[in-house]
């Protein structure tokens, strides 16, 4: 590979940093007001559903949108490569956000099925470009901190597209604010347009070996009977998982899952023990997001309902006048549902009197909250991880991956301590627990989710990293379906510490399931010759 290097890292990289910043300003700004939406009344722009209906479409959405990659991995590895692959998702995904823009149910649907299918076509194959880059002999020993800095790429975008999802709503309406996501992403495949040269090495698809499933019978195999085992989790009387669609996504997943068992069954000795330590990580994985994806369902209804979010008045003219704040108004009995919400667990001696306002900070500011830790604590973490290898002490991946479970589990907890601050939501709970909250669990994110993405690139056999990589999506997609119906279990607790307790015993039993691996997933990697 001739891509000359800047430091320990090729320059193929920056290319697909700025690429995913752009992209994910556009994914995490349409996801971070996508709860809001749903719930904001038609007559206010929005979609005027219920809480239920909410976190049934979220979960569906994150769960659809992060199972699509098997495909798009699929179709990189045998037919497209990567590059015309990326930029096809890319279209997709801002059309989607485009057409999210038109404030009509058809348009609804048909935006989320754009960004669905773009998803599948950008995500494995950016990441997989991005392991690629390092096969060179050069770069290969930064792999994982190759991974963590293409991470804080993603969470750059992850934190400003907030801000500027606040500013388009509050100013201009819901409409607005979704085509900026899509002119985002326009410029993150403008982006990667101009950067061909220094990734067009990385782009090699590698011929299939005997035996090898043939595409055709793949999609024919997996896509024919998602279907047919979605419609009948949808048809099956009563709902076994809480709702239709619930059933319908879970039993879709199974000819899915049962491609991946498929392929450590038949693959050759050498590629068994690699394939089947990275399905028991998967495995793992789909507990983590199912708590962390929590963030933009159960934990923005905290932000936006028991969270105390009153602006200083020095701090609200300002805000006020950049667009960044929100009103809530006490008219009495006509007070707004969202309004009258927010003053229920207010002090009485702190709602204003009839016809009076106050201005809280944007419930959609508190989703920069996560990538701002990530931009803050990834240059410590890739300089602990590199301190730690200067001294041969450096843990493996797997190692990385637990901790970060481990550590998941411990945000959860930090949520039980607000819910107890508050005495069980009777008053508002300080912005600091969520703070709290978000920087534990992104200490757990950053052991995890990119080494998550290292360890796919340097297990899976060359010919399927794509695919494989669609593989780790899985877990995210099935992990994200479980978050919304986790998320929808929140009216039923009266407690609401038991809600988070529920999340630190999943973590913690994960967390503990990849401990128990560690000593084989170890001697996997010690047979690849890799750490």
């Known amino acids: 590979m001739t891509n000359s290097a800047t430091a320990k890292h090729p320059k193929g990289l920056y290319v697909l940093f700025f690429t995913e910043m752009w992209e994910r300003f556009g994914y995490y700004l349409m996801l971070g007001i996508f709860a809001l939406y749903m719930l904001d009344g038609w007559e206010n722009g929005g979609m005027g559903m219920s809480a239920a209906e909410k976190s049934d479409i979220y979960g569906t959405y994150l769960g659809l949108v992060y199972l699509t990659p098997f495909i798009g991995g699929l179709l990189a590895d045998r037919i497209l490569g990567f590059r015309k692959s990326i930029l096809i998702g890319g279209l997709l995904m801002a059309s989607g956000y485009f057409t999210l823009a038109v404030h009509d149910v058809t348009a609804f649907y048909v935006g989320l099925l754009l960004i669905i299918l773009g998803n599948g076509m950008f995500k494995p194959n950016i990441s997989t470009l991005v392991g690629n880059l390092y096969n060179d002999d050069r770069y290969r020993d930064n792999k994982d901190a190759g991974y963590n800095i293409f991470y804080m790429g993603i969470n750059i975008g992850a934190f400003v597209c907030n801000f500027v999802a606040a500013y388009m709503q509050i100013n201009y309406g819901w409409g607005h604010a979704f085509a900026a996501a899509g002119a985002g992403m326009m410029v993150g495949v403008l982006i990667f347009l101009g ?8 782009d090699v698809i590698k011929p299939l070996q005997p035996g090898d ?68 990580v998967f495995a793992c994985l789909v507990i983590f997001w199912a708590v962390f994806h929590q963030n933009g369902d159960a934990l923005t209804v905290w932000a936006k309902d028991y969270t105390d979010r ?3 008045t020095a701090i609200s003219q300002v805000a006020d006048k950049a667009g960044m704040a929100e009103t809530v108004t006490n008219l009495g009995p006509a007070t707004d549902p969202a309004s009258a919400h927010y003053f229920a667990t207010l002090p009485a001696d702190r709602v204003p009197a009839e016809e009076q306002s106050l201005k ?37 991946t797997p190692t990385k991956i637990a901790l970060g479970l481990l550590i998941t589990a411990l945000s959860a907890l930090v949520m039980v301590g607000a ?17 709290a909250s978000y920087g534990v669990i992104t200490v757990g994110e950053l052991c995890l989710s990119p080494m998550g993405l290292s360890l796919v ?40 510490a038991n809600f988070f307790l529920m999340n630190f015993v999943l973590a913690l039993g994960a967390s503990a399931m990849l401990f128990l691996l560690l000593r084989w997933l170890k001697a996997v990697m010690r047979e690849k010759n890799i750490h």
């Open 213 to 280: 499933m043939g595409t055709g019978r793949i999609l024919l195999s997996t896509l024919v009977p998602m279907f047919v085992f979605g419609i009948i989790g949808y048809l099956i009387p009563g709902n076994l998982l809480g709702s239709d669609t619930n059933d319908a996504f879970i039993f879709g997943c199974i000819p899915v899952v049962a491609f991946f068992i498929y392929l450590y069954v038949k693959a050759s000795p050498e590629d068994k023990r690699p394939i089947g330590a990275l399905l028991a």
């Open 457 to 496: 690139s340097k297990l899976s056999p060359p010919r399927i990293t794509a695919l494989m990589m669609g593989g780790f999506f899985l877990s995210t997609s099935v992990g994200n379906k479980l978050s919304g119906m986790l998320s929808g279990l929140w009216e039923g607790f009266g407690n609401k």
């Open 195 to 202: 950067g061909q040269r220094h990734v067009q090495e990385a």
């Open 419 to 435: 819910v107890m601050a508050t005495n069980n939501l009777e008053s508002k709970a300080s912005s600091w627990w969520l703070i």
């Open 310 to 312: 009153e602006m200083p």
């Open 360 to 396: 809280l900070y944007s419930t959609q500011l508190y989703q920069s909250v996560n990538p701002f830790w990530i931009i803050l604590l990834t240059p410590i973490v890739v300089g602990f991880w590199g301190w730690m290898r200067a001294r041969g002490k450096e843990p493996a």
